[in-house]
């Protein structure tokens, strides 16, 4: 079964009221109003985690994600998941001054990311830090407003990027923070956190190792493709990811070739690792993530006397997201919102037809054994019923290859 992913935003709007970014904040349900945080560091990669999970595009509507780490989250390997295009670091104020945050920051500097000072108090130990941010954020409810405007004239001369006054819940503290300089505004005055939720997979913790361990060994991309593409649960979470990494390029990622290859070895074991960490014990639909990839497998074998690898492995993704909805436990139509897919395989799978269509349909028949329709529907692709009863064997078998019963419960059956 799906797990609810859950995130609030709340909006960071310029001097005009207009829509500048959001900042992201931990929750555990649609229902709670603050974060009950244990863990700073699970808070934060969850937010990275049901970020990837939401999709950048539907959750920022292109504008600008800041997100809280503390010193464990900012060191970890999880801020690199995120397009640096798409946030900005919030650096808490419990994260200790050192050399090694400086080394840190200017790393993850070179890769392109943002950073933030929350809640900027005047301390020396700070200053440093100043050059190497990009906004300074004021908490403007906790202190008085000329303490507000002493800080500012404090850290003006180190600092040149933008400040962000939080907290403001009145008319007269906005005016207030307006005319003293400061570019963007967040707080009750303007709008509070949004709660959003969404069904998300969580593949089972053994899956996961398992090919962790195949990616840490390997050198060979093609050697983890065939592990992923067994995984209906993985595939579906790997597409995600990719499309979301690759915002932006003209060409959507659609196959695991292609997510993979797009996104390396050392980025693919940083995405398992997040899931390892975020994974629930909860069991996904064994039976229906068995029946897609299978599904998807004969939809992929019936093509290949018939049309090119691309195409093969369009009509393998057909046939897998056939199943999405019970998988995922989401429309098939907000799915599609988020992953975008070839026209022909979109066209297959919400109005059932196009070139794949025919795949599909015959595929499904061969489940169920209706003998009639097979006959009916393999002279659609000029096939025969003893070819599709040859290939339906030889899914079934290629789906069970290393995911016996008790690896397949590894992914998360019941």
């Not at 297959?348 to 599909?360: M, R, S, T």
């Not at 995911?403 to 590894?410: K, L, M, N, S």
């Amino acid at each position: 079964m799906g797990t609810e992913t859950f995130l609030a935003r709340q909006p960071i709007v310029d001097a005009e009221h207009r829509l500048f970014a959001y900042e992201l904040l931990f929750r555990q349900s649609m229902a709670s109003v603050s974060a009950r945080i244990d863990s700073q560091l699970q808070a934060g990669v969850e937010i990275i985690s049901n970020t990837l999970c939401l999709g950048t595009d539907w959750l920022l509507q292109g504008k600008l994600a800041f997100i809280n780490l503390d010193e464990a989250t900012l060191m970890s390997d999880f801020v690199c998941l995120l397009p640096p295009r798409h946030v900005v670091y919030e650096i808490l104020e419990t994260v200790p001054v050192s050399q090694v945050l400086f080394s840190r920051i200017h790393e993850l500097r070179q890769l392109g990311y943002r950073f933030a000072l929350d809640d900027f108090v005047c301390l020396e130990e700070y200053r440093p830090l100043l050059p190497m941010v990009d906004f300074v954020k004021l908490d403007v409810l906790e202190q008085h407003p000329e303490k507000t405007i002493e800080i500012l004239a404090h850290i003006r001369r180190d600092f040149k990027g933008q400040f962000i006054a939080e907290k403001v819940e009145t008319l007269e503290m906005f005016e207030l923070c307006r005319n003293s300089g400061i570019q963007y505004f967040q707080g009750y005055y303007f709008a509070r956190p949004e709660n959003l939720a969404s069904k998300s997979i969580q593949p089972g913790q053994l899956a996961v190792l398992d090919l962790m361990n195949k990616v840490r060994l390997c050198e060979d991309l093609g050697e983890i493709e065939e592990p992923l593409r067994r995984n209906a649960v993985l595939t579906l979470r790997l597409l995600r990811y990719a499309n979301s990494a690759a915002a932006g390029l003209q060409q959507p990622i659609h196959t695991v070739r292609q997510a993979v290859t797009l996104i390396g070895v050392r980025m693919l074991y940083r995405w398992l690792a997040l899931l390892l960490v975020t994974a629930t014990p909860t069991p996904t639909n064994a039976l229906a993530a068995r029946t897609a990839v299978t599904r998807g497998r004969i939809c992929e074998l019936l093509g290949q006397p018939r049309l090119d690898r691309q195409a093969q492995d369009e009509l393998f993704m057909t046939g897998l997201f056939s199943l999405a909805e019970p998988l995922m436990e989401i429309p098939l139509a907000r799915l599609l919102e988020r992953l975008p897919m070839p026209d022909s395989v979109v066209q297959a799978l919400v109005h059932q037809a196009g070139p794949y269509a025919p795949f599909l349909r015959l595929a499904e028949a061969s489940e169920h054994g209706d003998f009639g329709l097979i006959a009916r529907y393999a002279g659609d692709i000029a096939s025969t019923p003893e070819e599709v009863n040859l290939v339906q064997l030889q899914s079934l078998a290629w789906t069970e290859e290393l995911t016996g019963e008790v690896r397949f419960q590894a992914a998360g059956s019941p």
